[in-house]
């Protein structure tokens, strides 16, 4: 399983690559364009500008670990394992509740945009945008397992600990 688990963190991590190397071909594309050519395409913004949504969920939903973002843990790390545990379940459950419930009047704001295109790619909004319903159901599933984890094996001892399936 942790194979698995291995392989699918280093194709998130390939497909993270690809986006922002996309990302930037198309940037050096629009200098091109815009200065040495004298004619810039109108496209090109609109392609980094759906490259960067893309990288930036897609990329907090598979690539950023847990123990990558800025946490305020002083006052959680201050106080006994009893408490801590507690504190953990409910933030990992007060996220997950909290997403999950956004999800269907998201969802409805996103399968709405089917009849809005993008200026000049001609793209359906939604499919830009979905990547942002993907992003909500793996945050979702993640601290649903954050707080399985927690309840089974207790509140994280040290500050940032990588859970189950997290690699350092």
Known sequence: MLRLARWAQTGAEAVGAALLGAMFFTFLLQIFSRYVMAQPFGWTLELCLVLWVWLVFFGNAFIVRHRDHVTFDIFYLSVPRGPRKFMALVSAAAVAIGLALSFL???DWIDFLKIKKSATLKVPMR??????ALFLAVVVLRYMWTFFHVLRH???DEPHEIHVGEEG
């Open 105 to 107: 009047p998201t969802w």
């Open 127 to 132: 499919t830009i945008y979905s990547i942002y």
């Open 154 to 156: 207790g509140a994280p």
